[in-house]
């Protein structure tokens, strides 16, 4: 996507800049995280189970742990990396509560977080078409995002939509062990089924306030 300057009527091309590094993406995405994904940061770069985890934050609307990856080059695969990083999440569930209590002076238990929300975000300056296709499914736990940095310190994040969201990842049949324990445990809303789920707790209080008052 091509960035234009505008001076008095004239549009000057913005030049892109390369990232260095994947440092560079991860520096800026931690000192925003609020501000590009709504999200909290808990912990920077950690080990565990022979994985590092670049970045963790917190989700406070849907209370469900974020694993964010910085890639500079494109030579990664979305799916198995993705649900690589959910299972070790899923697999080390204590762990992280204590990562997020110790950073963020809190007291989470493990029945206050909602595990089936739980997902992946992938940054990358670019995603090749495998990659783009690779998201093509209604129940994908992972998002792509495509970061670029310009002259004049300009920086932009969007985040990479499937024009054809078409069949369930759980529906196939060459699903490894570690896809199916994740699927088991996430589940990825449609608009459809959070709408019913919106009507269903509306009626729940309706019924009360009726049979409190009546």
Same mark, same amino acid.
């Given at each position: ?5 505008? !001076? +008095?009527?004239?549009? *000057?091309? $913005?030049?892109? #800049? ?15 995280? +609020?501000?590009? =994904?709504?999200?909290? =940061? #808990?912990?920077?770069? &950690? ?5 590092? #985890?670049?970045?963790? *934050?917190?989700?406070?609307? *849907? ?6 990856? @910085? ?5 990664? !695969?979305? $799916?198995?990396?993705? @649900? ?36 992946? $975000?992938?940054?990358?300056?670019? =995603? !090749? ?17 495509? $970061?670029?940095? @310009? ?10 939509? *499937? %024009?054809?969201? %078409? ?6 049949? +060459?699903? !490894? ?10 589940? #990825? ?7 019913? +789920? ?8 309706? @019924?009360?306030?009726?049979?409190? &008052?009546?």
């Amino acid at each position: 996507m091509a960035i234009f300057n505008l !001076t +008095q009527g004239k549009l *000057s091309k $913005i030049n892109e #800049v390369s990232f260095v590094l994947e440092k560079d993406m991860q520096k800026i995405v931690e000192n925003n995280l +609020q501000s590009l =994904f709504n999200l909290e =940061f #808990v912990v920077s770069e &950690f080990y565990i189970n022979g994985l590092r #985890v670049d970045s963790l *934050s917190f989700d406070k609307e *849907s209370n469900s742990f974020v694993i964010i990856e @910085y890639k500079k080059d494109r030579n990664f !695969t979305v $799916i198995d990396q993705g @649900y690589a990083y959910l299972a070790l999440l899923l697999n080390n569930k204590a762990d992280f509560i204590l990562l997020y209590n110790e950073n963020r002076n809190k007291s989470l238990r493990k029945n206050d977080i909602d595990w089936s929300q739980s997902r992946i $975000i992938f940054v990358s300056p670019n =995603f !090749t078409n495998y990659q783009r296709k690779a998201i093509e499914f209604k129940d994908l736990p992972i998002e792509l995002w495509e $970061i670029k940095k @310009y002259a004049n310190d300009l920086v932009s994040l969007n985040q990479i939509q *499937s %024009s054809e969201k %078409s069949g369930f990842i759980a529906d196939l049949s +060459q699903k !490894t062990e570690v896809m199916k324990k994740v699927n088991r445990e996430v589940k #990825v809303y449609n608009e459809d089924e959070l709408l019913l +789920q919106w009507l269903l707790v509306s009626l729940s209080y309706y @019924y009360l306030i009726v049979h409190f &008052f009546c």
